[in-house]
Nanobody, 125 residues
Framework: QVQLVESGGGLVQAGGSLRLSCAAS????????MSWFRQAPGEEREFVAA???????DYSESVQGRFIISRDNAKNTVYLQMNSLKPEDTAVYYC???????????????????WGQGTQVTVST
């Protein structure tokens, strides 16, 4: 199994930036999808961004043009560069891994087998 640990969250003012990291350890596989989700209090977990083994990237409309997802395979780490942050970006951010061949849309949270514990991002006005 793979273990995922997020870091980089914190408190920032609107318009600021943060970079989240997700470090993977244990068993890893080449044909995987790495994604970021977020969850605000009282709300369901929301898809943010995904990066596929073939380099294809998918962003939710709410973060398109502001966030950048990337992956460093040598370090087994995926990143989420968050720019122009808004108060509505406030949430716990989770990274997740899904193996190639898993059924369903990669935007569906329950299709992922491995999750980190999350890192809090708070954007103040």
């Amino acid at each position: 199994q793979v273990q995922l640990v997020e870091s980089g969250g914190g408190l920032v003012q609107a318009g600021g930036s943060l970079r989240l990291s997700c470090a993977a350890s244990g068993r890893t596989f080449s044909n995987f999808v790495m994604s970021w989700f977020r969850q605000a209090p009282g709300e369901e977990r929301e898809f943010v961004a995904a990066i596929y083994w073939n380099g294809i990237i998918d962003y939710s409309e709410s973060v398109q043009g502001r966030f950048i997802i990337s992956r460093d395979n040598a370090k087994n780490t995926v990143y989420l560069q968050m720019n122009s942050l808004k108060p509505e970006d406030t949430a716990v951010y989770y990274c997740a891994q899904r193996q190639f061949g898993t059924n369903g849309s990669s935007r569906v949270a329950n299709s992922y087998a491995a999750w980190g514990q999350g890192t809090q991002v708070t954007v103040s006005t």
